[in-house]
Nanobody, 123 residues
Framework: QVQLVESGGGLVQAGDSLRLSCAAS????????RAWFRRAPGREREFVATISWSGGRTDYADSVKGRFTISRDNAKNTVYLQMNSLKPEDTAIYYC????????????????WGQGTRVTVSS
């Protein structure tokens, strides 16, 4: 059974940092594009960041560019999201996702999803 399990969320203050992890099991995702999306209260789920299978290409939403960094460790089947300079507007449930083909910013293109981890940033 394929599973993506996020961890690392929590309650922090504005300006703090968090690192989210997403561990995959059930199959090897080393050749898959991996991504992070988020759903803020009262809003639709939106793209945050994506990374190619090799790690050679990354894309970010404008709202997180320069503050968040996506990375991956294929040996551990894990993708990370380092979040710095957090803002209250970053409060959301963060989901990791995976897709077989190339990078995409569109959530409908992703085949596998985690259950989400909650990040709350207080002002």
């Amino acid at each position: 059974q394929v599973q993506l399990v996020e961890s690392g969320g929590g309650l922090v203050q504005a300006g703090d940092s968090l690192r989210l992890s997403c561990a995959a099991s059930g199959r090897t995702f080393s050749s898959y594009t991996r991504a992070w999306f988020r759903r803020a209260p009262g809003r639709e789920r939106e793209f945050v960041a994506t990374i190619s299978w090799s790690g050679g290409r990354t894309d970010y939403a404008d709202s997180v560019k320069g503050r968040f960094t996506i990375s991956r460790d294929n040996a551990k089947n894990t993708v990370y999201l380092q979040m710095n300079s957090l803002k209250p507007e970053d409060t959301a449930i963060y989901y990791c996702a995976a897709r077989r083909w190339g990078s995409s910013l569109t959530q409908d293109d992703y085949d596998y999803w985690g259950q989400g981890t909650r990040v709350t940033v207080s002002s």
